[in-house]
């Protein structure tokens, strides 16, 4: 299990798994929880290049990131 320590979002950390280059097992902590889950629901098992392709660059209102660009950068991270 990754685990990414978030920058700028209501959500403190992400946990994460990649297997065979596919996302599993994405949890937030805190952050706004049913749209956090959803947002793990709808990725498990896609193609990580895909998750960030869709995700990074995503902002929340005025901040300059959103919990899903930061599990876009989380997962560049960990595939660097």
Known sequence: MYEFKTDG??????QFEIKDGKVYSVSFEKGCTGNLK???ILIEGMDAAE?????????CGAKNTSCGDQLAVAI????A
């Open 9 to 14: 979002t209501c959500s403190s950390k992400i």
């Open 76 to 79: 560049e991270q960990y595939l």
């Open 38 to 40: 959803a947002l793990g």
């Open 51 to 59: 998750v960030v392709q869709k995700l990074k660059g995503l902002k």
